[in-house]
C-alpha cells in the first residue's frame, strides 16, 4: 500500500512539472497584475518595455522599464504597449506577457503552458479580444479566456453576479473606466469612457504648465495626484513640493502645489466621469436600479483611492457607494476567482470564439 501511495506522489510531482499553474493577469494600462492559482497575486508591474531602437530588443519590462521613463538615450524608448486598456503593439504586448508569465512561474520552463484568464475593458471588438488572445498563446500560454473588468472586479469583490439582481461596479484604471451593471452573469448595461488615471494625470501636467509656467512629466504628475489628488475641500489641506522646467527661463524650480490646485485641475473630467455614470444608471432597467439602490455602487481600480470619490459619487447618485479594502486588486483577484470554477462562472467569460469555451 506504501508502495503504491510513494508512486501515486510521484507520478503526482511529474505532472505537476509538466503542467503549468493556471494564471489570471488584469491587463491594465498602467499596471498588469498576476494572480497564480494556489498562491495569490504573485505580481504587480507597470505595463512599460524598455525597447533599443538600434537592435529592435527588449531592454527591460515592467519595473525596470519604467524606471528608465525619461532617463533613456536617444536610441532606447520606454513603450506603454496598452493604450486605452487595448493593445496598441502588438509585439512589445507579446513580449511583455511572455517576461510576466515566465516570472510567475519562477521562469520554470513546462510541457504544456497554463491556462489563462486576463480581464480586459468593457465594450472590446473581437478583433481586439483575438489580439489578446493571440499574444497570451504566443507567449506561452495554452489556453485562453476573456472576461471584461467590470465582471471580473465584481467577482472579486464577491458580489453575487450570478443572481437575478442587479450589482453595479465602477472600475477606475490608468486608461478607461469601466462602468457596468451586472445581474445573471452578464453585463445588462455598461459604458466604457477614456476618462481614468492617464487623463487626470495630462490634466495636472496641463494645468500646472498654464497656472504656473512649469513643464512637469507624467511620472511627477502621477506621484502629485496620489499624494494631493482630493474631489472635495479637506479639513486639513494637502500640498506637495513639485519640480520642473521653468517655461521661461529654462531652469530648474519648484513649487508648492495644493490640493485645492489638482481639484480645479480635474474638476472637468471629474464631471464627465459622474455625467457617464448617470448615464448608465438611466439606460438601466427600473428593477436593476432598483437593486443597485438598495445594494449600493462599488469603485474597484487605482482611481477608487482618490480622496472623496466615493462620497461625490454617492451624492450625485443619491445612491450609497463603497470602496472595497483592496480596490487595486479587485479584477485580478476576480480572474483567480474564475480560475478556481470556470464552469460556474462560463456565462461571464467573452465567447466569441469556440477557443474561449472552458474545459475541464
Same mark, same amino acid.
Given at each position: 500500500m506504501n508502495r503504491v501511495r510513494g508512486w501515486t506522489d510521484t507520478i503526482k510531482d511529474k505532472l505537476s512539472n509538466l503542467v503549468s499553474d493556471d494564471i489570471g493577469i488584469d491587463l491594465g494600462t498602467a499596471n498588469t497584475l498576476v494572480y497564480v492559482n494556489g498562491q495569490g497575486i504573485v505580481l504587480n508591474e507597470p505595463s512599460m518595455?524598455?525597447?533599443? &531602437?538600434?537592435? #529592435? &530588443?527588449?531592454?527591460?519590462?515592467?519595473?525596470?522599464a519604467k524606471n528608465m521613463l525619461g532617463r533613456t538615450p536617444a536610441h532606447v524608448v520606454a513603450i506603454q504597449p496598452l493604450v486605452d486598456g487595448v493593445i496598441?503593439?502588438?509585439?512589445?504586448? +507579446?513580449?511583455?506577457?511572455?517576461?510576466?508569465?515566465?516570472?510567475?512561474?519562477?521562469?520554470?520552463?513546462?510541457?504544456? #503552458?497554463?491556462?489563462?484568464?486576463? #480581464?480586459?475593458?468593457s465594450g472590446i471588438t473581437s478583433v481586439q479580444v483575438?489580439?489578446? &488572445?493571440d499574444a497570451a498563446k504566443n507567449a506561452g500560454a495554452r489556453e485562453v479566456f476573456i472576461v471584461e473588468e467590470p465582471m471580473a472586479a465584481a467577482i472579486g469583490i464577491r458580489l453575487?453576479?450570478?443572481?437575478?439582481?442587479g450589482s453595479m461596479v465602477i472600475d477606475i484604471g490608468g486608461g478607461t473606466t469601466d462602468i457596468g451593471i451586472i445581474s445573471l452573469g452578464g453585463l445588462v448595461s455598461a459604458k466604457n469612457v477614456r476618462i481614468?488615471?492617464?487623463? !487626470?494625470n495630462e490634466d495636472i501636467?496641463?494645468?500646472?504648465?498654464? +497656472?504656473?509656467?512649469? !513643464?512637469?512629466?507624467?511620472?511627477?504628475?502621477?506621484? !502629485?495626484k496620489?499624494?494631493?489628488?482630493?474631489? !472635495?475641500?479637506?479639513?486639513?489641506?494637502?500640498?506637495?513640493?513639485?519640480? #520642473?522646467r521653468d517655461l521661461v527661463t529654462g531652469l530648474p524650480r519648484e513649487v508648492i502645489?495644493?490640493?485645492?490646485?489638482?481639484?480645479?485641475?480635474?474638476?472637468?473630467?471629474?464631471d464627465q466621469l459622474v455625467d457617464a455614470v448617470k448615464e448608465v444608471l438611466e439606460t438601466a432597467p427600473p428593477e436593476v436600479v432598483s437593486d443597485v439602490m438598495r445594494r449600493g455602487i462599488y469603485l474597484a481600480g487605482g482611481g477608487a483611492l482618490i480622496r472623496g470619490l466615493s462620497q461625490l459619487l454617492g451624492e450625485h447618485m443619491g445612491v450609497p457607494v463603497y470602496v472595497p479594502d483592496d480596490p487595486l486588486t479587485a479584477v485580478v483577484q476576480g480572474t483567480g476567482m474564475i480560475l478556481e470554477d470556470l464552469s460556474k462562472y462560463h456565462e461571464a467569460l467573452i465567447t466569441q470564439s469556440h477557443e474561449f469555451s472552458p474545459t475541464e
Amino acid at each position: 500500500m506504501n508502495r503504491v501511495r510513494g508512486w501515486t506522489d510521484t507520478i503526482k510531482d511529474k505532472l505537476s512539472n509538466l503542467v503549468s499553474d493556471d494564471i489570471g493577469i488584469d491587463l491594465g494600462t498602467a499596471n498588469t497584475l498576476v494572480y497564480v492559482n494556489g498562491q495569490g497575486i504573485v505580481l504587480n508591474e507597470p505595463s512599460m518595455v524598455a525597447l533599443n &531602437q538600434k537592435t #529592435g &530588443q527588449v531592454v527591460a519590462v515592467g519595473a525596470d522599464a519604467k524606471n528608465m521613463l525619461g532617463r533613456t538615450p536617444a536610441h532606447v524608448v520606454a513603450i506603454q504597449p496598452l493604450v486605452d486598456g487595448v493593445i496598441s503593439d502588438f509585439e512589445v504586448t +507579446e513580449e511583455m506577457l511572455g517576461y510576466l508569465i515566465r516570472k510567475a512561474q519562477d521562469g520554470k520552463t513546462r510541457f504544456l #503552458g497554463p491556462r489563462v484568464v486576463i #480581464g480586459v475593458p468593457s465594450g472590446i471588438t473581437s478583433v481586439q479580444v483575438r489580439a489578446v &488572445q493571440d499574444a497570451a498563446k504566443n507567449a506561452g500560454a495554452r489556453e485562453v479566456f476573456i472576461v471584461e473588468e467590470p465582471m471580473a472586479a465584481a467577482i472579486g469583490i464577491r458580489l453575487p453576479v450570478s443572481e437575478p439582481s442587479g450589482s453595479m461596479v465602477i472600475d477606475i484604471g490608468g486608461g478607461t473606466t469601466d462602468i457596468g451593471i451586472i445581474s445573471l452573469g452578464g453585463l445588462v448595461s455598461a459604458k466604457n469612457v477614456r476618462i481614468a488615471g492617464d487623463k !487626470l494625470n495630462e490634466d495636472i501636467i496641463n494645468y500646472i504648465r498654464g +497656472e504656473f509656467k512649469i !513643464l512637469i512629466g507624467k511620472k511627477s504628475a502621477e506621484e !502629485l495626484k496620489i499624494a494631493t489628488a482630493s474631489v !472635495l475641500d479637506l479639513e486639513t489641506p494637502l500640498e506637495s513640493t513639485i519640480r #520642473g522646467r521653468d517655461l521661461v527661463t529654462g531652469l530648474p524650480r519648484e513649487v508648492i502645489i495644493t490640493d485645492a490646485d489638482i481639484r480645479e485641475a480635474i474638476a472637468a473630467s471629474v464631471d464627465q466621469l459622474v455625467d457617464a455614470v448617470k448615464e448608465v444608471l438611466e439606460t438601466a432597467p427600473p428593477e436593476v436600479v432598483s437593486d443597485v439602490m438598495r445594494r449600493g455602487i462599488y469603485l474597484a481600480g487605482g482611481g477608487a483611492l482618490i480622496r472623496g470619490l466615493s462620497q461625490l459619487l454617492g451624492e450625485h447618485m443619491g445612491v450609497p457607494v463603497y470602496v472595497p479594502d483592496d480596490p487595486l486588486t479587485a479584477v485580478v483577484q476576480g480572474t483567480g476567482m474564475i480560475l478556481e470554477d470556470l464552469s460556474k462562472y462560463h456565462e461571464a467569460l467573452i465567447t466569441q470564439s469556440h477557443e474561449f469555451s472552458p474545459t475541464e
